[in-house]
């Protein structure tokens, strides 16, 4: 055996083509089985798939977003008429502040020393002296040295500043979904039917307008809320079909609360800050606040597809709407051998071979791997 005739042979068979070799069955049984069966998959594929999770778009859930809030409103507490200044904390607007609806005032403290106030929970307000001193006429307490004089609970709860209530907060959003480079914000557009400044967020009759009463946001998170102290979150969930036209793109507001109540050991949300000033005598001063409120948190969510034509072929082809088990190279080497090679029809009768239910079954020798329900595509 010469070399180069070994050679060419490696060759040619190098370069042939392997197809799986087909047996048609016609048997009414077999074959609604089958079609029934490609039928409940197709469908399963297009309507599941395809339409409701929309397989064949991009889907960007990177939203980029930013918020700013404005408090709105006149109260009275304590005989003083509070402006949004007063209850409203940070004030620059951020997506997470809190109204003040409570507060503890301690004024005019100084750096000192003083008798600690009995009664209170185990917090000390400044550092133990290591002295003993007369609190009252009758009881003697701790020296501590610190801000003087402490701070003193009310025996009575003192009350709320109910209007907060009939405040309203104007929540401006703007989102990015930068993948597409698409921009909106929460706020209607001029023309839409939502007169901005007059409209109140309703969640059937004005769901896109942005100013919520506060009231209104602790009913619809299911809470009381003259009672409430606690963190109510208000969530803006974006989440657009790009195919469709700009204006379909909408926000959607939810609420709840975020802080659970279950049992927690304090229930209700306080913090403490103070306001220093100088007396004339040039001693520091402070105003210590222990305040009491509700904190909003806003939150925004979303996600958002277009139609792309990587995800299209990615699902068509897991769909089963590609026949099986067939890479792109078998599907294309096929067509070519059953219809433009010459001697085409000889090839196909050779790939497909004809069965008629219950006739000659016992002369074929059926290659091994021609099973299943599979018929040409
Ligand atoms: C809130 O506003 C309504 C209507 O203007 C008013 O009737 C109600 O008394 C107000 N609530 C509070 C707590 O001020």
């Known amino acids: 055996m010469s070399l180069p005739s070994s050679y060419t042979r490696w060759v040619s068979d190098f370069f042939s083509y392997e197809t799986t070799k087909s047996v048609v069955v016609k048997s009414w049984v077999v074959g609604v089985v089958n079609r029934g069966v490609q039928l409940l998959i197709l469908a399963y594929f297009v309507g599941w798939v395809f339409l409701h999770e929309k397989a064949y ?9 930013s918020v700013v809030t404005k408090v709105k409103g006149v109260g009275r507490y304590a005989g003083q008429v509070m402006d949004t200044a007063d209850y409203v904390t940070p004030p620059q607007g951020t997506s997470v502040f809190v109204v003040v609806t409570k507060q503890i005032r301690t004024e005019d403290q100084a750096q000192g020393v003083c008798p600690e106030v009995r009664g209170g929970r185990g917090r000390v307000p400044g550092m133990l002296t290591g002295r003993c001193v007369p609190y009252n006429a009758t009881l003697r307490t701790c020296e501590i040295q610190g801000w003087c004089p402490p701070e003193r609970h009310p025996l009575s709860s003192s009350p709320v500043m109910l209007e907060a209530e ?5 929540i401006k959003n703007s989102i990015r979904f930068p993948l597409f480079g698409f921009e909106k914000t929460n706020l209607p557009a001029p023309g839409s039917g939502v007169e901005l400044g007059r409209c109140r967020f309703h969640p059937q009759l004005q769901p896109l307008c942005p100013i919520l009463r506060l009231g209104d946001v602790a009913r619809l998170a299911g809470q009381d809320f003259p009672a409430l102290g606690g963190v109510l979150g208000i969530k803006i969930g974006w989440v657009c079909d790009l195919d469709r036209a700009w204006e379909l793109c909408l926000p959607r507001y939810s609420f709840t609360r975020l802080d ?18 100088r007396w004339p005598d040039g001693s520091e001063r402070r105003t210590l606040i222990k305040a009491f409120g509700i904190r909003f948190d806003v939150l925004v969510y979303g996600s958002a597809g277009k139609f792309g034509i990587v995800p299209t072929l990615i699902n068509t082809g897991d769909s089963g709407l590609a026949p099986r088990g067939s890479g792109g190279g078998t599907v294309l080497c096929d067509i070519i051998l059953l219809n433009f090679l010459k001697g085409a029809e000889h090839y196909k009768a050779r790939k497909f071979e004809e ?20 018929p040409p595509q």
């Not at 009939?166 to 104007?170: A, E, I, Q, S």
């Open 57 to 65: 778009q991009v889907r960007d859930t990177a939203i980029e977003s």
């Open 166 to 170: 009939n405040f309203t907060l104007l």
């Open 260 to 277: 659970s109540l279950a049992r927690t050991p304090a229930p209700g949300y306080n913090f403490r800050h103070a306001r220093y000033y």
């Open 355 to 374: 069965v008629r239910h219950g006739a000659g079954v016992t002369s074929l020798s059926l290659p091994p791997h021609a099973g299943g329900c599979t």
